[in-house]
Nanobody, 128 residues
C-alpha cells in the first residue's frame, strides 16, 4: 500500500518556476514506477512525466520536454517535478501516481490505468 501527498503548487507568472513534491508512505515506494499527470479545466487528465524505480529512465510528454524534470529520492520516499519556463497552458491540477509492477515499455508510463495509487493533487496556476 502506498499513500501519496503532493505539495508545492501555487500561483506563478509565465516564465517562472515551481517544484512539486510528492511524499509517499509505505515500504514499496522504492520499487514503484512513478508518474506525474495533470488535469486542466475542461480537459482530460494527461501524462506529464514518469520515472522508473531506479531513476535510470525518465519519460516526458512532448509539451513539457526540456522544461520539466522528474526525479525521485527513494531514501526520502519523495518524488519531485521541477517545472521551469512555465506557460499559462501548464495551469492544471497536478497528480502524482505510483504503479506496483514494472512497466514493460516506455509508453506504459503514459497510461493512467497502469498506476495503482494516486495523490489528491496540487493546483498550479500560471498567469500571463
Amino acid at each position: 500500500q502506498v499513500q501519496l501527498a503532493e505539495s508545492g503548487g501555487g500561483l506563478v507568472q509565465a516564465g517562472g518556476s515551481l517544484r512539486l513534491s510528492c511524499a509517499a508512505s509505505g515500504r514499496t515506494f522504492s520499487s514503484a514506477m512513478m508518474g506525474w499527470f495533470r488535469r486542466a479545466p475542461g480537459k482530460e487528465r494527461e501524462f506529464v512525466a514518469g520515472i522508473r524505480w531506479s531513476s535510470e529512465n525518465t519519460y516526458y510528454a512532448d509539451s513539457v520536454k526540456g522544461r520539466f524534470t522528474v526525479a525521485r529520492d527513494n531514501a526520502k520516499n519523495t518524488l519531485y517535478l521541477q517545472m521551469n519556463s512555465l506557460k499559462p497552458e501548464d495551469t492544471a491540477v497536478y497528480y502524482c501516481a505510483a504503479g506496483r509492477k514494472e512497466f514493460s515499455t516506455p509508453s506504459s508510463y503514459g497510461k493512467s490505468y497502469n498506476y495503482d495509487y494516486w495523490g489528491q493533487g496540487t493546483q498550479v496556476t500560471v498567469s500571463s
